[in-house]
């Protein structure tokens, strides 16, 4: 089915090999990053319901925001990030594995079973990463056979000369808000490092048996090998990114404070008694379920009915949900209000090129002749006008045209304006 969509908000829409893919806009703040996620899941809820009110009950659609079918077949939540060209390839690699193999212990959604490529594996063990049997290589540009932990997949949609685009395809699809927001905020901090040439500097011996030995750890201790010969638990592995995020990143920002503050209550929690997470992270949320259900139904862990608490703890369904319950319940932390993510369904992050973009849907899409990440043509009585994007935020240009989007009166109006700025008026 063709189908390729750029809404209101600015996201992305469409359909990647017969699964729908919602693309977040552009973002620069953390609580937008969060909300334009939640948003996403309920514009996929709505249309599970308009499609199910056209459909005989015994037909009816149900939307699973996971990764993984149990039978050997995974699909992927990709974090991308925009960082400076100036750092080496081989640099960027070697500081960035080690924090990518452990963040799983914060970032996993769990899931019941142990799979290979293709085929469904072992059930009954507890994993906190549903991704990590499907890896096994450590660079590559694929993303479905032979995945990477570390993609080469480099399309910044931005000027290639001053910004790369870091393609992150080993993580989970996460339910928790609090989760979400650790995800993308602890790897922009540790980019962060990156650039300053302040990463840890350590190197895990075997970083595809790392990630999976991690992921199937029933003690979650967590313990991995080094180059050198040293044993390092993954927390610990974490904590030397954060002591170094700690002394290098600007704490006097609010939301740097609050992901340095959290990330390292996260870590002190996951040393002491993993399960007292389980309000933020989703892999423990998951077995706080399971072991729940398991326990009062008598259950072997083999049995598929928990296989189908595993599932249906991702349905994006509100009221069908497992996470959502948990939420009703108030055993999941929330960092969003409801009126931020109702907000994000249609409004874009105001800080990026996405709000030139969503506006530009909402208010003149039978004047749009082509739109992409990093360009809109307009077109109108023979006449055509292309607006390029070559920064995704913090560019005077893009805060002009944003400018004149926010309060252009009429599309007569927007096309004379970007005109003018284009000539330097």
């Known amino acids: 089915i063709k189908s390729d969509l750029v809404l209101s908000n600015g996201a992305r829409f469409y359909n990647d090999h017969a699964h729908p893919e919602y693309s977040t806009p552009e973002c620069t703040l953390l609580e937008d990053v969060v909300a334009q996620d939640k948003a996403g899941e309920r514009i996929l809820a709505e249309c599970v319901r308009r499609r199910n009110r056209k459909i005989a009950p015994e037909r009816e659609v149900r939307l699973y925001k996971n990764n993984t079918d149990f039978v050997g077949h995974s699909y992927g939540c990709h974090d991308n990030y925009i960082m400076s060209r100036t750092v080496p390839w081989d640099r960027l690699v070697s500081d960035v594995v080690p924090f990518l193999v452990t963040r799983q212990i914060f970032t996993g959604a769990g899931k019941l079973g142990i799979e290979g490529e293709g085929s469904a594996g072992q059930p009954g063990v507890f994993q906190i990463s549903q991704r990590a049997d499907f890896f096994s290589v450590l660079v590559s540009i694929d993303t479905m056979n032979r995945r990477p932990i570390v993609n080469t997949r480099d399309e910044p949609h931005a000027d290639p000369g001053k910004y790369r685009r870091f393609h992150v395809i080993l993580g989970d699809s996460n339910m928790s808000e609090f989760a979400t927001a650790m995800k993308i905020g602890t790897m922009s901090l540790v980019l962060e490092l990156i650039e300053k040439r302040e990463a840890p500097q350590l190197e895990v011996a075997q970083p595809i048996d790392a990630t999976k030995s991690i992921s199937r750890d029933q003690s979650f201790n967590w313990i991995i090998e080094l180059k050198d010969g040293r044993k390092i638990s993954a927390v610990d592995v974490q904590r030397m990114y954060l002591a170094k995020a700690l002394k290098y990143c600007d704490r006097s920002q609010p939301e740097v404070n609050w992901l340095l503050t959290e990330w390292e209550s996260l ?28 326990e009062s139904e008598s259950l072997d862990w083999c049995d598929p009915w928990l296989q189908s608490i595993d599932l249906e703890y991702h349905n994006i369904t509100w009221e069908q949900g497992l996470h959502f319950e948990l939420v009703r319940q108030g055993r999941m932390r929330r960092l969003l209000t409801e009126d931020a993510i109702k907000n994000a369904i249609f409004g874009p992050p105001e800080t990026t ?67 003018k700025l284009d000539q330097g008026e």
């Open 267 to 294: 870590l002190n929690d996951l040393d002491v008694e993993v399960m007292r997470c389980s309000d933020r992270v989703d892999w423990a949320a998951k077995k706080y379920l399971l072991n729940t259900f398991q």
């Open 353 to 419: 090129r996405a709000f030139f973009r969503g506006r530009a849907v909402a208010r003149f899409t039978s004047q749009i002749q082509t739109i992409h990440w990093d360009e809109v043509v307009f077109g109108h009585d023979s006449t055509q006008t292309r607006v390029a994007f070559n920064h995704a935020s913090e560019d005077e240009r893009l805060y002009h045209l944003n400018a004149i989007m926010r309060s252009a009166t009429s599309y007569d109006d927007l096309i004379y304006r970007i005109h």
